[in-house]
């Protein structure tokens, strides 16, 4: 994660136990599938709309830039999944310890470079032109259409050309505050989306400003950001020069998990939620 400021210093283990439940897995699992598919070593078909790969994004020699890598939550699976190798970047020195760590237990350290920095300024980084640029919940740290220019910005000053750039982020939305409602809607307090629950704080002129509140077993989380507009976000990537074809897409819910016992402690009533009423988006743009 890559907000300005450092807000996820202090929360590592929160947020790393919230990487544990059930909507985070859902979200790990729509990257997962089809990735195996197109490194050869998977033979799932289009169980789900496998985001890195159903869009045909990476390949087994990929070198992939991963914007916003937080505690490696994506950046180990990336190599399982077929990259050559990974450059992490993030702000939190805390969380990219972690990362760092992570890669020494499995032994592919080698693989695997990190860079503290901001996401948000433009910069072209070490290794690149890249393959792949992947960016999980790095979006929604723009407050405004400037910011999201700079965070795309960075994106295609570090992407080859016809490479692809793929965000986790929020489900696109014209009208963001009627996403957040709908959310509360469909999964209140105080369980919210895998205890996550989200609060609106204001209105702001793409979108709105709000936060994200989570008690968990180690610790309190909470971090705000922003839901803007998707034509925004069309609007940003196309001024900063991500020209390429551009798709929306939102999470689907594997069947692993519609049990009465799901994978990460979520309720069957909570999973079957994710189906109406999807948690996550990704934004892919070819350059």
């Known amino acids: ?19 544990t439940r059930t909507i985070a897995l859902i979200e790990h699992d729509n990257a997962r599938i ?3 598919d197109i490194a050869g070593i998977g033979l799932f078909g289009s169980i789900c709309s496998g985001w890195l790969v159903s869009w045909g994004v990476l390949d087994a020699n990929a070198r992939v830039l991963e914007l916003a890598c937080g505690s490696g939550f994506y950046t180990y699976s990336l190599l399982e999944w077929g990259a050559r190798s990974v450059l992490g970047v993030d702000v939190s020195t805390v969380m990219m310890d972690k990362a760092r760590s992570v890669g020494e237990e499995k032994g592919v350290a080698e693989r695997v470079a990190f860079i503290e920095a901001d996401c948000t300024v433009p910069k072209v980084y070490d290794g690149g032109e890249f393959d792949v640029v992947f960016g999980a919940w790095l979006l929604n740290y723009a407050s405004d259409r400037e910011g999201l220019v700079g965070m795309f910005r960075n994106v295609a000053m570090n ?45 702001v002129e793409d979108g709105v400003f709000f936060g994200v509140h989570a008690e968990t077993p180690v610790g309190e989380l909470y971090f705000d950001c922003y839901h803007l507009r998707k034509e925004v976000y069309e609007e940003a990537a196309r001024e900063a020069g991500l020209k390429g074809k551009l798709e929306w897409g939102v999470t689907e819910v594997p069947e692993r998990f519609l049990t009465e016992n799901p994978p990460g402690g979520a309720t069957l009533h909570e999973v079957e939620t994710y189906k109406s009423v999807p948690a996550h988006g990704v934004l892919v743009i070819t350059k």
């Open 34 to 36: 089809d990735v195996l």
């Open 1 to 19: 994660m890559t907000p300005k400021n450092h807000q996820y210093d202090p929360i590592l283990a929160p947020y790393d136990h919230i990487r």
């Open 159 to 203: 992407l080859k050309d016809g490479g692809r750039f793929v965000s986790i982020t929020l489900p696109p939305a014209s009208n963001p505050i009627d996403s957040i409602n709908a959310e509360a809607r469909a999964r209140p307090e105080p369980e919210g989306s895998g205890l996550l629950v989200y609060k609106h704080i204001k209105d």
